[in-house]
């Protein structure tokens, strides 16, 4: 037996070093989609495009534009004159906000009546507006404390007391988005790259007509699945270890937590994908139909799955249905490791659920898979 098993598994590491596209696929492909992932997929918004239509132009209207200026997150690129011009520029998507401040901002101020300003925001991108809105308020409200307190100081007054929150990130220190999605794509990378891998493989067996050669061999059905699967959850245990790196040391994502501990969650979360991928190879005849069943099961286990929405915000009986979905538990498990330096005891209940779906699919797998093969 474990003689047959030996020859599988060298038969399909020479298929797959042997055929560049397969090799780039596995090596070199999540390499690059890490680094291009890790750039763009990003909720930080900075240098925003900001038009400045300013009717007071006065020395208080100017000291508040320049704070919102030096803050890095507002670049004022047009200045505007008119409300044709404001709605023009947003219309055109030349700027995403607008900040209007009316005339007799600085009376208002120094009157000690409440001055108002507007920061109009282009709300097709819904995450991006409410980031703006938010860095506007926070700016506008230093602004308004400062002018406070000058106002308290020339009139001598006691200064009012207050409440200051201290606030303090754990794990994210920097409250970077990048830290918190690279670890992700590495998990969304692995699953994508096992299903494809497994389920093409067998079906390439059966396109070119050496399925029917090997089924006329003695070996079994059992060891001919071991040979289709451990290579590429070997490859894949590769692939994590190389992407870590590059995450590690290209995007300076900590990694707090046990490698050993990150390992075996892998093997558990291999199950899941090696075991659908083959339940996939199953009811496809062509590679071109394993291709689009893969992405047909990819791209709803990641949305489900936590990555780029949070599961609280879904409907409740979608919030369900996440429960079957693999990657929302190993999501949880690589940035526990990876932000938070958790252990076992913590993540013992998402190992729990990646082994009990890993031995559901694998055990439907194969119980498919004989089936097709009798």
């Excluded at 067996?205 to 040979?227: C, D, H």
Aim: charged share 20%; hydrophobic share 50%.
């Amino acid at each position: 037996m474990f003689e047959r098993i030996r020859h599988m598994l060298l038969k399909e590491f020479i298929q797959v070093f042997r055929d560049r596209k397969v090799f780039g696929m596995v090596i070199l492909a999540p390499m690059l989609q890490l680094i291009l992932f890790g750039y763009a997929v990003s909720t930080d918004v900075r240098h925003i495009r900001t038009a400045l239509y300013d009717l007071d132009n006065s020395v208080s209207s100017r000291d508040l534009v320049s704070r919102f200026e030096r803050s890095g997150y507002f670049d004022v690129v047009e200045y505007v004159a008119t409300e044709a011009e404001v709605r023009d520029l947003v219309d055109r998507g030349r700027v995403t906000a607008v900040f209007r401040i009316d005339k007799g901002f600085e009376n208002d101020l120094r009157a000690g009546r409440t001055a108002a300003v507007q920061m109009i925001v282009d709300g097709t991108d819904s995450n991006t507006a409410s980031v703006v809105l938010a860095y506007s308020a926070t700016i506008a409200a230093r602004y308004s404390e400062g002018v406070l307190q000058a106002r308290l100081a020339r009139l001598h007054g006691p200064e009012a007391g207050r409440v200051t929150l201290a606030s303090r990130a754990w794990f994210n220190e920097n409250l970077e988005s990048r830290n918190f999605f690279v670890p992700g794509v590495i998990a969304t990378l692995t699953m994508l790259v096992t299903l494809m891998l497994t389920s093409m493989a067998v079906v390439r067996e059966k396109e070119i007509g050496t399925m029917e050669q090997i089924l006329v061999t003695p070996i079994r059905p059992i060891e001919f699945i071991l040979g289709k699967t451990v290579p590429f959850a070997l490859l894949a245990l590769f692939d994590i270890l190389l992407i870590t790196v590059v995450g590690v040391f290209w995007f300076d994502v900590p990694i707090r937590g046990s490698l050993l501990l990150l390992l075996g969650a892998s093997l558990l979360y291999l199950m899941t994908t090696l075991g659908m991928g083959l339940l996939i190879s199953t009811v496809s005849n062509t590679q071109q139909q394993a291709m689009m069943t893969t992405f047909f099961y990819f791209f709803p286990a990641m949305l489900l799955s936590g990555f780029m929405f949070p599961i609280a915000n879904m409907p409740q009986p979608v919030q369900y249905l996440t429960y079957l979905d693999p990657l929302r538990y190993f999501l949880v498990v690589i940035r526990g490791i990876f932000l938070k330096g958790v252990g076992l005891d913590v993540l013992a209940p998402q190992l729990a659920a990646l082994a009990l779906l890993g031995v559901a699919t694998l055990a439907l797998a194969v119980r498919r898979f004989h089936k097709t093969l009798a």
